[in-house]
């Protein structure tokens, strides 16, 4: 990294306030309405929505249509939280064989296996497999062409 | 009198770890990083260790068994470090009673208000959490001095049966075994040359220098030894910065008087601690890779914002010129500074020294003329005498032109996995 490209370091994001208008915005045609008055008062932060625990949050970008299911598509990105430990019914991030994926981990007659989000995959019990899990999905961002 | 346990916890081959939190492929198999350029190996895992590849070897010697799919060699990723480096430091933050960064991948934590079973119990919760919110390995050394838990830090790396945790009373039958077996030379602060002073003496070993008079050893050797005596006793006496250990990295940092949030006195206070820096490294005849620039604000302040952010600016190349020192911790002070947080304390820390005269360094490193370094030496070594002689700060350096002309070679870097939206990990649905 060049000094000049430097990005902030993540594990404390700074607050990215979003002006919360509390009265409703009035497009009259009696002029413009007073910026000072649509903006009092508080701010929403969507880190604090989204990243519960900055040093364990992680960003991913998804690729592959298997998680469709679950509303986890092509291009989405992840929020991935280290510091969760997994239990069955969550979206993880694991390593398997050498790889990096998204699968959801579900007991099924008392095993454990790692589900797709689409009937083209079949679920893979966990015991076949070389798998450790990396991280647990707090949520997906899914961003519309606009 | 008993004094509270200070931890020392120590990433294990961090650089590595960072590439192969995000690259399981690199898991278990030997891995070498590369300087600027990538000139040479400044840091390797423990399979590139065993394969006999030292510190400093340049990249090209190692081409072969690159070519073969035997070792992986990867470019430097500061801005990845430095990331997780602060990752680190917050999960160490939340779970103790306090850190005092020492290096990018060394931290002191305090234990103050714990008793010893409840102090190994919570170092045994930091060990797991880091790994598991990071993914970087750590080992923890505990005892009542920084000497000790130097000692008890290097303990748990190497000996398994610690399971990466080592506590050390000061005055148990552990602590003796453990220092009758360290070398002098392992002991923080203490050199060859004292060493060497010392076996004429009969001291050859931490627990012989434990046992010595240290007032005895105050008058025949020097007032830094006896507190290096006292603190292997379990007595706390030497602060961070002190020691005397021929330096990895130099850090200079300050609280302020009062908190404060101004961009400007933040500016005059990473300058002077720059600057500082860079006279310590030519001091040391080091030259310095990168540099880490952090801010804190006050921890038991809960009223207040709180933010202590760190970064890493690599440098064009290894340098001890303060001029580019100046202007990456200035960049890398505006990257993070955020207005409305009062804070308390900022430092730098000149991360990654090599020796000034090693040869490599020109051959290898450097983008510049010759020309151009023996200037920049001259410079600094006037700069060096004027303040020695006129006293400290007489001349500074003004605020820092920004360099364009940095060509950084880095062609095996991995993506900016935690600081660029452009290049996050992709993970397969």
């Known amino acids: 990294m060049r000094a000049s490209e430097i990005f902030q370091a993540h594990p ?15 497009a009259g045609i009696s002029g413009f309405p007073s910026p000072a008055e649509d903006y009092v008062g508080r ?16 960003f991913m970008t998804v690729t592959g249509d298997s998680m469709e299911g679950f509303g986890i598509q092509d291009g989405d990105t992840l929020v991935v939280d280290r510091s969760v430990n997994a239990k069955p019914g969550h979206i993880l991030v694991a390593l398997v064989d050498g790889e990096v994926i998204v699968k959801r981990y579900e007991l099924l007659s008392g095993r454990p296996y790692l589900c797709s989000g689409n009937d083209r995959y079949a679920p893979v019990p966990v015991s076949d497999l070389d798998c450790q899990v990396w991280g647990v999905v707090r949520s997906v961002i899914h961003e519309f062409p606009v | 009198m008993t004094y509270p346990m200070i931890g020392l916890v120590d990433c294990n081959n961090f650089y590595v770890s960072c590439e192969r939190v995000f690259q399981p492929r690199l898991e278990g198999v030997p891995v070498g990083i590369m300087s600027n350029n990538d000139g040479c190996v400044i840091a390797r895992s423990r399979e590139l260790k065993a394969l006999g590849v030292k510190m400093g ?22 801005e990845l470090y430095g990331d997780m480096s602060a990752r680190v430091r917050e999960v160490l933050e939340e779970f103790s009673a306090g850190v005092d960064p020492y290096s990018i991948d060394e931290m002191f934590v305090r234990f103050d208000g714990f008793d010893d079973p409840a102090t190994l119990d919570l170092a045994r919760t930091l060990y797991r959490k880091v790994r598991q919110f990071t993914g970087i390995p750590v080992c923890v050394g505990v005892a009542p001095s920084r000497t000790l838990a130097k000692l008890a830090n290097r303990a748990a790396k190497e000996r398994p049966e610690y399971g990466g945790v080592c506590m050390l009373t000061g005055d148990d039958d552990e602590t003796r075994h453990l220092l009758e077996q360290t070398e002098l030379g392992d002991v923080w602060g203490v050199g060859q040359r004292l060493v060497e002073r010392l076996a004429i003496q009969g001291i050859k070993t931490a627990w012989d220098l434990r046992c010595a008079d240290p007032k005895t050893v105050r008058r025949r050797f020097a007032v830094t030894l006896e507190r290096t005596a006292r603190e292997l006793r379990g007595t706390p006496c030497i602060e961070m910065n002190e020691s005397d250990e021929p330096r990895q990295r130099i850090m200079t940092s300050r609280s302020f008087g009062r908190l404060t949030g101004e961009l400007s006195e933040l500016q005059e206070a ?17 030259h310095t890779r990168a540099v880490l620039v952090f801010l804190k604000t006050h921890r038991h302040r809960q009223d207040l914002a709180q933010y202590s952010p760190s970064i890493v600016a690599e440098l064009p190349e290894p340098t001890d010129d303060s001029r580019p020192i100046l202007a990456a911790a200035q960049q890398a002070l505006e990257a993070i500074y ?29 983008s510049g003329s010759a020309a151009d370094r023996e200037r920049s030496e001259r410079l600094m070594s006037t700069l060096d005498e004027l303040n020695q002689k006129m006293g400290r700060g007489t001349v500074r350096l003004g605020v820092p032109r920004q360099n364009a002309a940095w060509h950084l070679r880095c062609a095996h870097r991995t993506p900016r996995w935690t600081t660029q939206w452009g290049e996050l990990l992709s993970v397969k649905a």
């Open chain 2, 270 to 286: 990473i300058r002077q601690h720059a600057q500082r820096g860079a006279e310590k490294l030519r001091a040391q005849q080091s």
């Open chain 2, 57 to 78: 070897t340049p990249a090209f010697q190692l081409q072969q068994w690159v070519s073969q799919g035997r070792i992986h060699l990867l470019s430097s990723n500061y």
């Open chain 2, 338 to 366: 955020r207005p409305g947080y009062r804070f308390m304390k900022a430092g730098v820390m000149l991360l990654d020294l090599v020796d000034a005269h090693r040869e490599q360094l020109s051959l290898l490193d450097s």
């Open chain 1, 43 to 58: 701010t929403l932060d969507l880190n604090q929505r989204l990243v519960k625990r900055p040093s364990a949050t992680f």
């Open chain 1, 12 to 26: 404390a994001p700074p607050a990215q306030g979003l002006p919360h208008p509390q009265t409703t915005i009035r």
